[in-house]
C-alpha cells in the first residue's frame, strides 16, 4: 500500500520534520530514561519524587521540537531572505502567509506526534502516577494577608468533591519575637478538625486533607504566631477528590508543549522578512531555549505538573501558555506585513 | 492580433546605498503579441530579470503600467495563466522531481490526477525519468533547469516567463527545451525568455529586445534586427577556378561575392554523433 502524494505545505513540512526528528527524539528519550538511573546517587530511605525527572524527559521534548522548528524554517523558503526558489514559492502559493502558515502547523503536528508517545507512556517510565487530579487555584480576596489583626481570609473553591488544600504563603517579617504562625481551616464555617498548618517562611507548602465533599467557602483563620502571612494567587490550591486518566493528561501536556515551539517559529519568521536562514534558525533555537529551559513559558510547569499527576487541561498550567500563543500570533501577523510592504 | 504583453513607461527603480538610485529599468514601451517566443538580450545588469519579474507580478514598478493577458501582473488569476522560470537553483530540493510536480500542480489547483499524468509526460520528455526518487538538490544544474521548465509547463499557461532557461544545460538538453518552447508557441503561447545564448536566440526567437542599463536599445524580428539583404549559396565539388568563375557570373548577374569560406558542420552535429548512446536515433 502507498500512502497518498504529500502535496500542499502542510503535509510536505509534516513529513520532513517527521524524518529529521524521529530518531534523534527517539535517542533523546532513551538517553532520558538511562542517564538518571547511571548518575543517580542512591539516598537510603528517602523515596523517589516523580518531578525530578522532569529535566529528563524535557530532554526529549526539547530535541523534538528544535528539530521540528529547525526544519520547518530551513525546508519552507519564504521563511528567510535571499533562499533558493523564493520567487517560484512566493508565486504559486496562495494564502497570507504564502505557506509559512501551513508549514508552521505541519511542523507542529510532527511534533505532536513525536511527543504525544513520550507524555503519555514515557511520563510514566519517569514515575509519573496512572492517574491525574484536578488542581484549582483559588482567588484571592482583595486584602490577602492574614495576621492578627485580619484573622480570617475566604476563598471559594470550584463546585467538586475536594481531597485536599495546599497551602503555600508568603511569609512578612515577624512582629515583635519570632513565632511560627498557625493556621486554623474551615469548610463553611466550620471548623475542619486537625487541619492546623503551621508557617514560619515563604514557601512553605503544607498540604491538608479534606473530607471528599463539595464545599462552598473555604476559609483560614489566624491562630496565633507573629509571622503575617500573604496568600496571593497561587498560594492556595485545592485538589479535587476525583482522578482522571493520565492518558488524557500527556496529550493535553502534548499540545500545550507546542506553544512555545509555535511562538518560536513565528517570531522566526517574523525576523526571516529582513534576515537570512541562520539568523531565522538562531532566532528559533534561542525563543525555543528561553521558552523551555529558561523557564518562560509553559514548558517546565506542564511537564512537573503531569509528573506529580496534576490535572494541566484547563488549569493555571494550561494558562501559562496564553503569553507564548499571544505574542506568536502577533510576530506572525507582523511577518506577513513586513513581507507585504517589501513586496510593493 | 491579440496582445500577450503591454507596457507604458515601464520602470524600475531601487533605492541605492547612501540614498542613491539605481535605475534597473527605465521608462519603457512594449507590445508583445500572442504566440511569439520573443528574446531579451542584455548583458549582467541590464534589467532582463527585472523586466521578468515586474511581468510576473514579483515585483512592484516605481513608474509605469504594465499589462500581462490583459490583467494587471499581480492578479492572482494569473498565477496558473502566466509561468515563470527564475533562474537559480529550485526550492524545496529535498523533495524528488515528481513530488515537486506534485506540489506545483496542487499549487496550480489541478486534479491530482491530471497534474500526476502532466508531470509523467513531461518528465518522460524532458529526460528526468531517470533521476527516480533522488532529491532535488543531488541533481546537476540542467536537470534543475529541465525540471523547472516541467514545473512551468504543467499549468499548460498561456504566457512563458523564462530567465536563462537553457543555461547549464547540455546541447541536448537545450534542444530538447527549445523544440518544446517551439510546440509551445504553435500551440498558441507566448514565451519571453531572458538569455545569454545567442545562438539559441537566434534559432527559436521571433522577436529579440535587447536591454543596456535598463534602457530598451532596440527592438525587432531578427530579419530586421540582421537582415543584409545578402543570400547564400552552398556549392560542392568546385576547384578555386571554379569558384573564381562562378563569381564571375555573379558579378556579371548583378551580384556581389561577399566571402568565400569553407563550410563546417556545427559543432551539435559532432557532439550528437560521439555523446549520444549507440542506437540513439539522435546519432
Not at chain 1, 526529549?60 to 521540537?65: C, E, M, T
Not at chain 2, 529541465?146 to 504543467?154: D, F, P, T, V
Not at chain 2, 532557461?165 to 519571453?192: C, H, K, W, Y
Amino acid at each position: 500500500m502507498t500512502l497518498p502524494r504529500a502535496r500542499g505545505p502542510l503535509r510536505l513540512t509534516f513529513v520532513r520534520c517527521l524524518r529529521a526528528a524521529a530518531l534523534p527524539t527517539l535517542l533523546a528519550a532513551l538517553a532520558g530514561l538511562w542517564l538518571p538511573h547511571a548518575l543517580a546517587t542512591p539516598l537510603p530511605g528517602l523515596p523517589s519524587a516523580a518531578g525530578a525527572a522532569s529535566p529528563w524527559l524535557q530532554l526529549p521534548l526539547f530535541v523534538a521540537a528544535a528539530l521540528c522548528a529547525a526544519r520547518a524554517a530551513g525546508f519552507w523558503p519564504l521563511f528567510a531572505l535571499r533562499r533558493p526558489g523564493r520567487d517560484v514559492v512566493a508565486r504559486l502559493q496562495r494564502g497570507p502567509w504564502r505557506g509559512a502558515g501551513a508549514a508552521i502547523v505541519g511542523a507542529l503536528l510532527a511534533q505532536l506526534v513525536l511527543t504525544l508517545p513520550l507524555l503519555t507512556f514515557g511520563a510514566r517510565l519517569h514515575g509519573a502516577p496512572a492517574t491525574a487530579a484536578r488542581h484549582d487555584e483559588l482567588a484571592p480576596p482583595p486584602q490577602p494577608a492574614l495576621t492578627a489583626a485580619t484573622p480570617r481570609l475566604a476563598f471559594t473553591p470550584p463546585a467538586r468533591p475536594l481531597a485536599s488544600v495546599w497551602l503555600c504563603p508568603l511569609a512578612a517579617p515577624p512582629v515583635g519575637a519570632f513565632v511560627p504562625t498557625r493556621v486554623q481551616l474551615r469548610l463553611d464555617g466550620a471548623v475542619l478538625p486537625g487541619a492546623v498548618a503551621t508557617f514560619g517562611q515563604s514557601f512553605e507548602a503544607v498540604e491538608l486533607p479534606l473530607p471528599a465533599v463539595t464545599v462552598q467557602r473555604l476559609e483560614l483563620e489566624y491562630v496565633d504566631g507573629s509571622v503575617p502571612l500573604l496568600f496571593p494567587r497561587g498560594a492556595v490550591r485545592v485538589v479535587a477528590a476525583g482522578s482522571e486518566p493520565q492518558a488524557w493528561n500527556g496529550a493535553a501536556a502534548a499540545v500545550l508543549l507546542l506553544l512555545p515551539t509555535f511562538a518560536a517559529l513565528a517570531f522566526a519568521y517574523l525576523a526571516g522578512a529582513v534576515a537570512a536562514l541562520p539568523t531565522v534558525w538562531t532566532v528559533a533555537a534561542v525563543l525555543l531555549f528561553v521558552q523551555t529551559v529558561g523557564g518562560i513559558g509553559p514548558a517546565g510547569d506542564v511537564v512537573l505538573a503531569l509528573l506529580r499527576g496534576r490535572w494541566v487541561w484547563p488549569s493555571g498550567t494550561f494558562w501559562h501558555g496564553v503569553p507564548s500563543l499571544a505574542a506568536g500570533s502577533v510576530a506572525m501577523i507582523g511577518g506577513m506585513l513586513l513581507r507585504r510592504g517589501a513586496r510593493r | 492580433m491579440a496582445t500577450a504583453i503591454s507596457a507604458r513607461q515601464l520602470a524600475v527603480t531601487f533605492a541605492g546605498r547612501r540614498g542613491t538610485a539605481v535605475a534597473a529599468l527605465q521608462p519603457l514601451d512594449l507590445e508583445i503579441a500572442r504566440g511569439r517566443i520573443v528574446g531579451v538580450l542584455g548583458p549582467n545588469g541590464s534589467g532582463k530579470t527585472t523586466l521578468l519579474r515586474v511581468l510576473a507580478g514579483l515585483q512592484a514598478p516605481t513608474g509605469g503600467v504594465a499589462l500581462v493577458l490583459d490583467r494587471p501582473p499581480t492578479d492572482r488569476a494569473l498565477r496558473t495563466r502566466v509561468a515563470f522560470q527564475p533562474e537559480g537553483p529550485l526550492p524545496l530540493d529535498v523533495l524528488s522531481a515528481p513530488e515537486y510536480l506534485a506540489w506545483v500542480g496542487a499549487e496550480l489547483g489541478l486534479p491530482n490526477a491530471t497534474s500526476d499524468a502532466r508531470a509523467g509526460l513531461w518528465l518522460d520528455r524532458l529526460d528526468l525519468r531517470s533521476a527516480g526518487r533522488r532529491w532535488i538538490r543531488t541533481f546537476s544544474t540542467g536537470m534543475q533547469r529541465r525540471l523547472a521548465l516541467a514545473a512551468a509547463l504543467l499549468g499548460e499557461p498561456e504566457l512563458l516567463l523564462l530567465d536563462e532557461p537553457t543555461n547549464g544545460l547540455d546541447p541536448f538538453g537545450s534542444e530538447i527545451v527549445m523544440q518544446v518552447l517551439r510546440e509551445r508557441a504553435a500551440a498558441g503561447a507566448t514565451v519571453l525568455m531572458a538569455s545569454h545564448q545567442l545562438l539559441e536566440v537566434e534559432e527559436i526567437c521571433d522577436e529579440v529586445l535587447l536591454l543596456q542599463d535598463g534602457v530598451l536599445r532596440a527592438r525587432g524580428t531578427l530579419a530586421e534586427l540582421l537582415g543584409t539583404g545578402a543570400q547564400s549559396l552552398v556549392v560542392q565539388g568546385l576547384d578555386a577556378d571554379g569558384l573564381r568563375r562562378l563569381g564571375d557570373a555573379a558579378r556579371g548577374l548583378g551580384g556581389e561575392v561577399l566571402a568565400v569560406e569553407p563550410r563546417r558542420r556545427h559543432l551539435f552535429a559532432l557532439f550528437r554523433r560521439f555523446a549520444a548512446p549507440p542506437g540513439d536515433s539522435r546519432r
